[in-house]
């Protein structure tokens, strides 16, 4: 009798460390950064005024790159940016390539009421995405989104003469630190390619052209 007690002693104790290890396993991938892939690609003849934070971890520890820009002239800017964490890998990457040329950039007088606005946002994966216009003279606009319990996706290919601002937020849940966050304003003329996937897919997808 004292050897089946053990026995069912024994094997309680197995299940209560298994059930403790399941736990601490789904709260460390809880913990975790979400992952995500941009590819972005701006041209702009006017003014622009963006900004860019890429982390992993909060406080002091992980990876963090910062990045902005803001000016008139005209702009060409290209950015490939990543977040993947696991728990082996920590890694933020960020490459950009510009030119700038500064010239005085003067808003029109009169500014059109015609407005297009978007906005889309995805809880199982913790993605936002936002698009407004303001159109001066016209506006072209092909927005792609997909959005899934395992990722989402955005798509964005733009020309305006006007005003555009995008906004993006990558933050898997409140235990986590926003892995991406991103918001640009561009006035005058300007042309938008970006895509963005955010979740387990997002690791080596193609680039947009």
């Known amino acids: 009798m004292r050897g089946m007690l053990l026995i069912l002693l024994l094997s309680a104790a197995c299940v ?37 934070i890429l982390q992993t971890q909060a406080g002091f520890n992980g990876q963090k790159i910062v990045l902005g820009a803001s000016g008139s002239g005209m702009a060409t800017r290209t950015i490939d940016s990543e977040v993947y964490r696991d728990s082996k890998m920590d890694e933020a990457s960020l490459t950009t390539s510009v ?11 009169t500014q059109s009421d015609l407005r297009n606005a978007l906005c889309a946002k995805n809880y199982e994966v913790g993605s936002s995405f936002s698009e407004t216009y303001q159109i001066d003279k016209d506006l072209i606009k092909d927005t792609k989104i997909y959005q899934s319990d395992n990722f989402s996706v955005y798509d964005i290919s733009s020309e305006i ?49």
């Open 16 to 52: 209560a460390a298994f059930l403790n290890e399941v736990t601490d396993v789904a709260t460390a991938t809880d913990t975790l950064a979400q992952n995500f892939t941009e590819h972005s690609w701006v041209f702009v003849n006017g003014y622009m005024d963006e900004s860019r």
């Open 99 to 109: 030119n700038f040329d500064y010239k005085p950039y003067i808003p029109p007088l």
């Open 161 to 209: 003469q006007g005003t555009a601002r995008i906004g993006q937020r990558v933050q898997k849940n409140a235990k986590t630190v926003p892995s991406f966050m991103m918001g640009g304003t561009y006035m005058g003329y300007a042309q938008i390619r970006s895509e963005t996937v955010v979740g387990n897919a997002s690791v080596l997808t193609l680039p947009c052209p």
